[in-house]
Nanobody
Framework: QVQLVESGGGLVQPGGSLRLSCVAS???????????MAWYRQAPGKDRELVAE???????NYADSVKGRFTISRDNAKNTVYLQMNSLELEDTAVYYC????????WGQGTLVTVSS
């Protein structure tokens, strides 16, 4: 059974940085590398939205609201996807979820990011 476990969330001041990690277990590195990965977030009272995604080939796409501030990357040798978040804003406060998709379809449980002064 494939599981995704996110980590790296926490409390940070506006303008600060965090790096989220998402590790996939229960799947081989080969299968992991064939799948796309994505980060979503859900703020209180709002719908879940796509933040960033990265294809098996390494092509990344971002929501307009995070372009230039967030960077998604993957390490297939570690079955891990990362989200580097810089210049964090109050509006980035949310639960962040990772997702693996294409040949698998699994969501993580989420990690809370709180941006507050």
């Amino acid at each position: 059974q494939v599981q995704l476990v996110e980590s790296g969330g926490g409390l940070v001041q506006p303008g600060g940085s965090l790096r989220l990690s998402c590790v996939a277990s229960g799947t081989s590195r080969n299968i992991f590398s064939l799948n796309a990965m994505a980060w979503y977030r859900q703020a209180p009272g709002k719908d879940r939205e796509l933040v960033a995604e990265i294809t098996s080939g390494g092509t990344a796409n971002y929501a307009d609201s995070v372009k230039g501030r967030f960077t998604i990357s993957r390490d297939n040798a570690k079955n891990t996807v990362y989200l580097q978040m810089n210049s964090l804003e109050l509006e980035d406060t949310a639960v962040y979820y990772c997702r693996i998709y294409r040949y698998l379809e699994v969501w993580g449980q989420g990690t809370l990011v709180t941006v507050s002064s």
